[in-house]
């Protein structure tokens, strides 16, 4: 499935990482420990981020479960990374909703921006580009994932930007890069307009 | 217990039931790919798809339990439509490449396009090509005839219990792989053939050798271990292609291991097809006048003392029989059909069988493995053990050489004296035998056949008295046999008689000039070096040890070239069928005794195999009540007090893959044997099951 070029001999969670695993797994009664596959997962790829084959050894061992039953649990979700990705993980939605909201600009600028196609990872190893499925923000699209957080109601220049600042060592403020309100009406309320909490009050 | 009714028919079944079960036991037919009686239910093919009134739509039957007055329907436009419609999809990435597909002819998936197939696919688009994995020297992997039924990873993890194999990736990309590093070296991996409902596992060994209408399927009885799994094997002519389980739920459900299923290659290779006579340190091929002629010549004036014969693991009980009655004739008392020692006493038929038989063993609650390692000694057994195991409430503790057996037992090192200690009631694992409602032992040959073996013998007896093994409808007292030939040997009394040698008391005997010939009946585990100057008759279907040392070599038939009988470790008499004939000149065993009988002057009184088999019951009882298991009384006490050795009790098995001369004559065995080792994943990385 995966190249094989990338896995490392061993790995270990770290012993902060270990007492979260150790927290996961006591969240499930004794022969159940299974449960804690996902967690864990996202624990090893939190640490390294990505999951390696020795690190889904670990874990089967700490669950006491085939190392086969956990690659599978790794491969069916997308989320879990088979290969080593950059510093920045920026993963562009590209699915209908962004793409009638212009997800194809966003695309384009990320591309320049950082200079890698999809699935790339860039030279300096900081940046990694994908694309990825619908991330459930079709309010605000287009938009972007990157690590944690979401950059949204995105344009060619916004996207620029906010890759930039990455590219800096600033972390831009996530959510819609328009100025928009969460995902309040963007162009402003369209009704009720006059009624505000004031006059309510009053 | 709900009702239900199925096509207007009306079944009363157990809450639980899915209705496919329910279904099958109308005997109404509904198709199947992933759905398997024997494993858990996936419900992911969606072929077994049923109308169930007041259900808005079709729903998969294996999946779907039984409710109160049910009302099913098999065979509507409904349900043709919905399997048409999943048929589509199953064929939408499925090669058309039936033709040159070793499963074409017995393959579900082509039977059932038959029915639901349509005649032209609507899919437009490219179909999907996927890899071929590596699944060793026994299963060939066509990745890209795959269904996803997950039979195969279901097989691996639940029955066989080495779970390598798993469905990687999703939808579209979803493929079932190995895991990597992992390799697949179960025991059983052959059966993962046998479940694939299409052609993406076959047999490798076989693999373009035949069509399977070709093949004439003679049902018989394997002999490659002491289980005795019934088998029916494929022949296109005079060769045997494959060998494949039959279903026979006392014995071995519907598995087969994969040394009697895949060594069958080692029949056509090694084979004796013409008798030899040694001259001048040469073995020269004869007719069997002249064979029979040096063997007369030899035996001329000789007190019958001075003969011998040892009967191998394969001999068949017409042969040994026979050869029990020259013996007697020519005044000989030396016979043992135990060629590796073992102490095992044919005076207490109890002390001998596997008594709570391999189907009773699923009842038992606490288990004790005395020297044995039931995985490499017995995989289909094993199989049920671990099947035991599942259920819970199941204590299996070990005495013996630690090792992964697929399922989790408690390791009490490999000490001989840790049986003393539990049979004296000192050590806690008595008390977890003592307080189970149906416990047992399995004390193996491994444990049987060294120096001590007499005494551990009659330590487990000490136990199986203490421990309560033996109560009311319940026998725990186990002996795992691995020589097909030797509880049957044991029944008819191939064992010393009065004044008679056993194997250690033969080979000194021909060391020192005692015993001057020694007839061989497949036996040739029995060290060659240490029969001296005797002159050695050896009778068998390979060219193996014994045919090397031998002055004369009388070429005899392999186990599917003959109509022979068996008995299997529960003392279950069980008879082999002429599958193809023997090779050459070679002859079926007991012919060869009543031939040579005459030729001696004291021919055996029987000249068809009806009065061979009439002889056999006259022997014992147990050859005439065939397939069915003959208990045995728990009687006498059996084996003796003495001191113990603090050698590590091991398996008598070492390198499953090659036990007997059929399995060491195989190229595919010898495959396994570079592939795996010897079996069982000992030399490889851990699979997560171990400890």
């Given amino acids: ?165 990455f590219k800096r060592g600033e972390t831009p403020k996530p959510g819609p890069q328009n100025g928009r309100q969460f995902s309040c009406p963007a162009g402003g309320p369209t009704s009720l307009t006059e009624l505000t909490f004031q006059t309510e009050k009053a | 217990m709900p009702k239900l009714t199925i096509d207007g028919r009306e079944i009363e079944v157990e809450a639980g039931t899915t209705i496919i079960q329910a279904a099958d036991q109308l005997g109404i037919e509904i198709p199947r790919f992933c759905y398997h009686e024997r494993l858990a239910i996936a419900g992911n093919c969606r072929m077994c798809l049923v109308e169930v009134e007041k259900m808005p739509k079709p729903v998969a039957s294996c999946a779907q339990p039984v409710g109160e007055g049910m009302v099913v329907k098999t065979n509507t436009p409904v349900v043709r439509k919905a399997r048409q419609g999943v048929m589509e999809f199953l064929l939408l990435n499925h090669p058309l490449d039936c033709p040159i597909c070793d499963q074409g002819g017995e393959c579900d998936l082509q039977d059932q396009a038959m029915a639901y197939g349509a005649d032209k696919g609507r899919c437009q688009e490219g179909k999907r090509a996927v890899p071929d994995k590596d ?96 088998i029916r094997v494929d022949t296109r002519g005079n060769e045997v292609i494959r060998v494949l389980p039959r279903v026979n739920e006392d014995v071995n459900e519907e598995w087969l291991s ?179 409602a149906r416990p047992a032992l399995v004390i193996g040959q491994g444990a049987l056949s060294r120096d001590d073996g007499a005494v551990l013998l009659g330590l487990a007896r000490k136990l199986a008295d203490a421990a309560g093994l033996v109560k009311d409808g319940w026998n725990g007292f186990n002996v795992l046999h691995t020589a097909a030939a030797r509880v049957g040997g044991l029944d008819l009394g191939f064992v010393p008689g009065q004044g008679g040698k056993d194997v250690a008391g033969i080979l000194a005997g021909a060391a020192k000039g005692d015993i001057e010939v020694v007839f061989l009946l497949g036996a040739d585990e029995v060290e060659m070096a240490a029969l001296g100057k005797a002159f050695v008759v050896y009778q068998g279907s390979h060219g193996d040890a014994g045919a090397h040392r031998a002055d004369v070599v009388l070429p005899g038939a392999a186990y599917t070239e003959k109509s022979a009988t068996y008995v299997n470790l529960e003392g279950r008499a069980q008879q082999t069928r002429l599958a193809v004939f023997p090779p050459g000149e070679a002859k079926e065993d007991w012919r060869i005794v009543r031939a040579l009988s005459d030729v001696l002057g004291k021919p055996l009184p029987y000249d068809s195999l009806k009065s061979v088999r009439e002889r056999l019951v006259k022997a014992s009882p147990v050859f005439a009540a065939i397939d069915a298991v003959t208990p045995a009384a728990w009687g006498a006490a059996f084996g003796t007090e003495g001191a113990l050795s603090d050698q590590a009790l091991v398996s008598n098995i070492d390198n499953f893959y090659m036990t007997d001369p059929i399995s060491r004559a195989s190229k595919t065995m010898a495959e396994c044997t570079a592939a795996f080792g010897g079996g069982c994943n000992h030399k490889h990385k851990k699979t997560g099951t171990h400890g």
């Fill in chain 1, 1 to 165: 499935m995966s190249d094989m070029t990338h896995e490392p001999a061993s790995f270990a969670f770290t012993a902060e990482y270990q007492a979260k695993a150790d927290a996961f797994i006591a969240k499930y009664p004794a022969g159940r420990q299974q449960s804690a596959v996902m967690p864990l997962l996202d624990l090893a790829q939190r640490q390294d981020g990505w999951v390696s084959r020795a690190a889904m050894e670990v874990i089967a061992g700490l669950l006491d479960m085939a190392p086969i039953r956990v690659e599978e649990v790794a491969t069916f979700y997308t989320m879990y990374n088979r290969k080593p990705v950059g510093k920045f993980h920026v993963q562009v939605c590209t699915n209908l909703p962004c793409m009638l909201r212009g997800s194809d600009d966003v695309v384009a600028a990320a591309k320049a921006a950082l200079g890698v196609e999809f699935g790339d990872m860039t030279t300096d190893g900081l940046f990694t580009l994908s694309e990825v499925e619908c991330l459930g923000a079709c309010v605000n699209a287009p938009m972007m994932q990157i690590n944690d957080d979401y950059y949204e109601d995105l344009d060619a220049d916004s996207t620029k930007a906010v890759l930039e600042a």
């Fill in chain 2, 135 to 230: 699944y060793g020297p026994l299963v060939q992997t066509m990745m890209t005839r795959c269904i996803q039924c997950t039979r195969c990873v279901r097989f691996i993890s639940e029955i066989a219990g080495t779970p390598v194999l798993g469905g990687l990736g999703r939808g579209e990309h979803m493929e079932i792989s190995r895991y990597v590093g992992a390799v697949v070296s179960s025991e059983l991996s052959g059966n993962l053939i046998d479940l694939c409902p299409v052609g993406a596992l076959t047999n490798k060994p076989a693999s373009y050798t035949y069509r399977s209408w070709e093949l004439k399927k003679t049902e018989s009885v394997d002999t490659m271990d002491a289980l005795g799994a019934s």
């Fill in chain 2, 258 to 436: 994969d040394r009697s299923r895949f060594a069958v290659d080692g029949l056509k290779r090694q084979r004796l097809d013409r008798p030899y006579v040694r001259k001048d340190g040469k073995l020269v091929a004869v007719t069997w006048t002249e064979a029979f002629a040096a063997i007369a010549d030899k035996l001329k004036g000789l007190a019958g003392s001075k003969i011998a014969a040892i009967a191998g693991d394969q001999a068949d009980a017409e042969a040994m029989v026979a050869y029990k009655d020259l013996l007697t004739a020519l005044g000989s008392t030396n016979l043992d059909c135990r060629q590796d020692g073992a102490a095992l006493d044919p005076a207490v038929r109890a002390s001998y069988l596997f008594n709570s038989t391999a189907a009773g063993i699923e009842n038992a609650d606490a288990l004790l493995l005395i020297g044995t390692n039931p995985r490499k000694e017995s995989p289909v057994l094993n199989a049920r053990i671990r099947k035991r195991w599942q259920k819970g409430g199941f204590k299996v503790a070990r005495i013996g050489h630690k090792s992964d057996l697929t399922y989790k037992y408690e390791d009490l090192g490999d000490q001989a004296s840790v049986l003393k200690d539990i049979a004296e009631g000192k050590h806690p694992f008595f008390e977890v035998l003592k307080n189970a």
